[in-house]
């Protein structure tokens, strides 16, 4: 059970668009379609924002999407706005009943 | 409106026991699994076990596997974690977090506030 592998931080001005990936393994991302994605500002539990690879929940903003290719997964938010500056995990399913997150990414909005 | 309310959290001594609850209304608890995630503040989420709806599938970190049990009782729409032989490491706040589905796979849409688990002598 490694955790699954994520920038420490990314970076972009409003009205951009950033990608943060989730790379794993064969074991997990590269076998399942079903990676989530989470939110989680400083104080707060995490919110969900993808799940299963590319289904965004109800009230969830169409400006984040998530796509799979091969082992990595990737997150991408469109029209950066400031209250997305957050802290961003990656979570996959790696069988027999195992869950394992990636360690977190740190979105600046500049 | 889906409430998680977690609680049992303390300070405790190295390898003591400790049991976490979690109390859940707002949603037909047995048809979803249940998860325990949790944050040593400042640093990133870590999966600690997941279990279906029905207790038929259960899955522990690594981390944790042996030490740890988790439960639920759906009459109670409760979740528990007991929580043996606790280490220094184990020190961390522990979300109770909802599965969108059954099985326990399909990504936590529902997460408590948290309870914070102190493991120091």
């Known amino acids: 059970q490694s955790a699954l592998t994520q920038p420490a931080s990314v970076s972009g001005s409003p009205g951009q668009s950033i990608t943060i990936s989730c790379t794993g393994t064969?074991?997990?991302?590269?076998?399942?379609?079903?990676v989530s994605w989470y939110q989680q500002h400083p104080g707060r539990a995490p919110k969900l924002m993808i799940y299963?690879?590319?289904k965004r929940p109800s009230g969830v903003s169409n400006r984040f999407s998530g796509s799979k290719s091969g082992n990595t997964a990737s997150l991408t938010i469109s029209g950066l706005q400031a209250e997305d500056e957050a802290d961003y995990y990656c979570?996959?399913?790696?069988?027999?009943?195992?869950?394992?997150f990636g360690g977190g990414t740190k979105l600046t909005v500049l | 409106e889906v409430q998680l309310v977690e609680s049992g959290g303390d300070l405790v001594q190295p390898g003591r026991s400790l049991r976490l609850s979690c109390a859940a209304s707002?949603?037909?608890?047995?048809?979803?699994?249940m998860h325990w995630v949790r944050q040593v503040p400042g640093k990133g989420l870590e999966w600690v076990s997941g279990?279906?709806?029905?207790?038929?599938?259960?899955g522990y970190a690594d981390s944790v596997k042996g030490r740890f049990t988790i439960s639920r009782d759906n009459a109670k729409n409760s979740l528990y974690l007991q929580m043996n032989s606790l280490r220094a490491e184990d020190t961390a706040l522990y979300y109770c977090?909802?599965?969108?589905?059954?099985?326990?796979?399909?990504?936590?849409?529902?997460w408590g506030q948290g309870t914070l688990v102190t493991v120091s002598s």
């Open positions: 707002g949603f037909t608890f047995d048809d979803y699994a």
């Open positions: 279990i279906s709806w029905n207790s038929g599938s259960i």
């Open positions: 977090a909802k599965d969108r589905d059954y099985g326990g796979n399909s990504g936590f849409d529902y």
């Open positions: 064969r074991s997990d991302v590269g076998n399942y379609d079903l």
């Open positions: 979570c996959s399913y790696a069988g027999s009943n195992i869950l394992v």
């Open positions: 299963e690879g590319t």
